[in-house]
T-cell receptor, first 108, second 113 residues
């Protein structure tokens, strides 16, 4: 069983829609990261969370430590948001475990 | 420009032929790490290093070696590659603080025949 579960695996949205990607984890963590992987393969870190909520532009990430759950929201989605979004948890200070990713396609 | 570089970007090799994938960062980061990415399994951590001469195993270290002789470099060594090590490999680095962002290299696509 994977320590990090993401849903949905695949998501197709119309441009302008509000998108939510969920991440649940089963282990104690020191931080949770959201990553974006572009079709060419490059990986960019979007957020690092240890509590509460963070916002960057149209992206919002939240975490509920007690429920072991995090969500990534994209408001007013755009075709350039099409990518794979990956949830990662940091344990024991330095070890990372990853979800298998959510593939998002935003249609114009 | 602050970056993590990996070489080579693409490599085709044969079973048993030793190879090294280099990773270098110019941000003076203490922490460096290697990951592999496979379809359906996602990213998995191979090895990480907290600083020079300090390395530790990640989730899937079997068949790999690393060294950290200099702060900027963290090579990944496959002494005897096997087909199950065919994968997309990423190197990453960050400062050692708890709230620090991880920066990823562009990836190395390895095919072992």
């Amino acid at each position: 069983k994977n320590e990090v579960e993401q849903s949905p695996q695949n998501l197709t949205a119309q441009e302008g829609e509000f998108i939510t990607i969920n991440c649940s984890y089963s282990v104690g963590i020191s931080a949770l990261h959201w990553l974006q992987q572009h079709p060419g393969g490059g990986i960019v870190s979007l957020f690092m969370l240890s509590s509460g909520k963070k916002k960057h532009g149209r992206l919002i990430a939240t975490i509920n430590i007690q429920e072991k759950h995090s969500s990534l929201h994209i408001t007013a989605s755009h075709p350039r948001d099409s990518a794979v979004y990956i949830c990662a948890v940091r344990r024991n200070g330095n070890q990372f475990y990853f979800g298998t990713g959510t593939s998002l396609t935003v249609i114009p | 420009e602050a970056q993590v570089t990996q070489n080579p970007r693409y490599l085709i090799t044969v079973t048993g032929k030793k190879l090294t994938v280099t990773c270098s960062q110019n941000m003076n980061h203490e922490y460096m790490s290697w990951y592999r990415q496979d379809p359906g399994l996602g990213l998995r951590q191979i090895y990480y290093s907290m600083n020079v001469e300090v390395t530790d195993k990640g989730d899937v270290p079997e068949g790999y070696k690393v060294s950290r002789k200099e702060k900027r470099n963290f090579p990944l060594i496959l002494e005897s590659p096997s087909p199950n090590q065919t994968s997309l490999y990423f190197c990453a680095s960050r400062l050692s603080g708890a709230g620090e962002t991880q920066y990823f290299g562009p990836g190395t696509r390895l095919l072992v025949l």
